[in-house]
């Protein structure tokens, strides 16, 4: 197998339990080795008191893509640490996309930069994640 068919793979039995991501119309754009996209339209249920997206939901986009991005090498890996910071509003009807790239891998730990974009391309927001890998893989080896 590839690296991006063991992305694709992994990435396929972990969206199949992601009900929180489906729940909030995520789509599961594209995955390879240590990279995930996915993207999600703002609908009127996650506006905040301002009239825009609630970070919450942004950050919540940003984490899934950071999470698949984690987990394309067959190793059950989790969030240790993650930070956001918002650069421009999102709105209702935004289709927000979030880009996860892996920065660095090494031994159990690694480090992930996510950048949030609208449907302009305007970023929206920047989020990074350090990585822990535990005990046990997605699929059976």
């Given at each position: 197998?590839?690296?991006?068919?063991?992305?694709?793979?992994?990435?396929?039995?972990?969206?199949?339990?992601?009900?929180?991501?489906?729940?909030?119309?995520?789509?599961?754009?594209?995955?390879?080795?240590?990279?995930?996209?996915?993207?999600?339209?703002?609908?009127?249920?996650?506006?905040?008191?301002?009239?825009?997206?609630?970070?919450?939901?942004?950050?919540?986009?940003?984490?899934?893509?950071?999470?698949f991005a984690c987990n394309t090498y067959n190793q059950?890996?989790?969030?240790?640490?993650?930070?956001?910071?918002?650069?421009?509003?999102?709105?209702?009807?935004?289709?927000?996309?979030?880009?996860?790239?892996?920065?660095?891998?090494s031994g159990r730990s690694g480090l992930y930069d996510?950048?949030?974009?609208?449907?302009?391309?305007?970023?929206?927001?920047?989020?990074?994640?350090?990585?822990?890998?535990?005990?046990?893989?997605?699929?059976?080896?």
């Open positions: 197998m590839t690296p991006k068919e063991l992305a694709k793979a992994c990435a396929q039995k972990m969206w199949a339990q992601d009900t929180a991501s489906q729940e909030l119309g995520m789509v599961l754009d594209e995955v390879d080795a240590g990279e995930a996209r996915i993207s999600m339209r703002v609908t009127k249920t996650m506006a905040n008191g301002h009239g825009t997206c609630h970070g919450g939901y942004i950050f919540t986009l940003a984490d899934s893509a950071f999470a059950v890996t989790v969030a240790q640490q993650c930070s956001v910071t918002f650069l421009a509003p999102a709105h209702v009807d935004d289709r927000l996309t979030a880009e996860a790239r892996e920065q660095s891998r996510v950048t949030i974009t609208n449907q302009h391309g305007d970023k929206i927001a920047e989020f990074r994640g350090n990585s822990r890998t535990t005990k046990g893989t997605i699929l059976p080896v």
